[in-house]
């Protein structure tokens, strides 16, 4: 079965910054996208950002660019979500998911169990 | 950017037919996806490529994709469908490619 583990949440202040981390097991890591989506509590699910199998292309939603940056290491089976200037409007549970699917199709096939992440002072 | 709208909640009783809708312009012309999200738990996909069900996910799950319209529809409705669910589609066309619906909170009375 394919897994993600995701870490790094935790409570910071506004204005603040946090790296969460997943790591991948029991699939070709280095030949899949992944994807950061969060959750903010008692609301629906936000995609945050993607990250393609080489790195190549990445893009963020509005509410997070130039705030966060993702990236991954291939040989290391991660991916890796910095954000910083941290707002209360980010909190959330963070899920390292995997897309799937063809052009146009893609889709989440696969989600860790989450990590929340608190931005209050 | 793309927006989809469903139904905030909806309540169904057990053994009966819930539809739940996914509205977005011209969405038909797009692959919608579903998902089921139970209480603390992490989402699962119950319905891919408008009408595609992964393996372990019952029949009773039908989607479907037409116009301005997508459908999740459970047949026979038991207790343990009870959670939220939300439609997705990706826009490959845009910067901002994931898109997932407002979610609507199935309640089997």
Same mark, same amino acid.
């Given at each position: 079965?394919?897994? &993600?583990?995701? #870490? ?9 910054? &946090? ?5 991948? #097991? ?16 008692? =609301?629906?699910?936000?995609? @945050? ?6 790195? %190549? ?7 997070? =660019? ?10 290391? *089976? ?5 954000? +910083? ?19 146009? =199709? ?16 | 950017?793309? @927006? &989809? ?20 312009? %011209?969405?038909? $012309?797009?692959? @919608? ?17 408008? #009408? !595609? ?8 799950? $039908?989607? #479907? *994709?037409?116009? %301005? ?7 026979? @409705? ?5 959670? !939220? /669910? /939300?439609?997705? &589609?990706?826009? +490959? ?11 609507? =909170?199935?309640?089997?009375?």
């Amino acid at each position: 079965d394919v897994h &993600l583990v995701e #870490s790094g949440g935790g409570l910071v202040k506004p204005g603040g910054a &946090l790296r969460l981390s997943c790591a991948a #097991s029991e699939f070709m890591f280095s030949t899949y996208t992944i994807n950061w989506v969060r959750q903010a509590p008692g =609301k629906g699910l936000e995609w @945050v950002s993607y990250i393609s199998s080489g790195s %190549n292309y990445i893009y963020y939603a509005d509410s997070v =660019k130039g705030r966060f940056s993702i990236s991954r290491d291939n040989a290391n *089976n991660s991916v890796f979500l910095h954000m +910083s200037s941290l707002r209360a409007e980010d909190t959330a549970v963070y899920y390292c998911v995997r897309l799937v699917g063809t052009t146009h =199709k893609y889709y989440f096939d696969s989600w860790g169990q989450g990590t929340l992440v608190t931005v209050s002072s | 950017s793309y @927006v &989809l709208t469903q139904p905030p909640s909806m309540s169904v009783a057990p053994g009966q037919t819930a539809r739940i809708t996914c509205g977005g312009n %011209n969405i038909g $012309f797009y692959s @919608v996806h579903w998902y089921q999200q139970k209480p603390g738990q992490a989402p699962v996909v119950v319905v891919h490529d408008d #009408s !595609d069900r992964p393996s372990g996910i019952p029949e009773r799950f $039908f989607g #479907s *994709n037409s116009g %301005n319209t997508a459908t999740l529809t459970i047949s026979r @409705v038991e207790a343990g469908d009870e959670a !939220d /669910y /939300y439609c997705q &589609l990706w826009n +490959s066309t845009s910067d901002h490619p994931g898109v997932f619906g407002t979610g609507t =909170k199935v309640t089997v009375l």
